[in-house]
């Protein structure tokens, strides 16, 4: 079946510090994966995606990897912000439905100042 | 520039009531979805549509229904309210360029 797991927050970090939050999944097919980021009381947005192994999503300097090998595609970013403080999710589409989306926990991100 | 439109934004209802949950979008996208976030938790998938007149059950139908009789406009009800229904609720839609979008939620209190 199709599923993601990803790390457990809350993740806690100073200002400019580097981040790493890491997902995996499972799934059939070849699926799209995507980072979704959710501010406080806000729904979620679409924050970055990619959509075949090997290919890199970046926006806002945040990056992810699809990396099939590891059927892994961990969040990075190399130096945080207060702002980025919010829940970030994983999530993918199912290469055999793309219309069904399958989420991530959440991780929780606080930066402090 | 609305989007998905979720209505309404707080609720809180006692036990055995019923309530509508209103989601409308503007993309004329024919995916729409709703989930549920419970706290700390992810999202699961409550129910979904892949166009007028047809929806079909996610991972956690029980309690709720749908429907979807304009590709606008996608209802979710709750017949009898119950405490394990507190959680917030989420309308979605997918462009079908795989990439989907999120209303800005509707929290659910039922006392």
Redesign the interface.
Known sequence: GNSVTQMEGPVTLSEEAFLTINCTYTATGYP?L?W?VQYP??????LL?A?KADDKGSNKGFEATYRKETTSFHLEKGSVQVSDSAVY?CAL?SGDN????Y????TKLNVKP | NAGVTQTPKFRILKIGQSMTLQCTQDMNHNYMYWYRQDPGMGLKLIYYSVGAGITDKGEVPNGYNVSRSTTEDFPLRLELAAPSQTSVYFCASNDRRNTIYFGEGSWLTVV
């Open positions: 799209s995507f979704y009381g806000e729904g979620l947005q679409l995606k959509t999710f589409s793309f219309n069904k989306f989420f991530g926990s959440g």
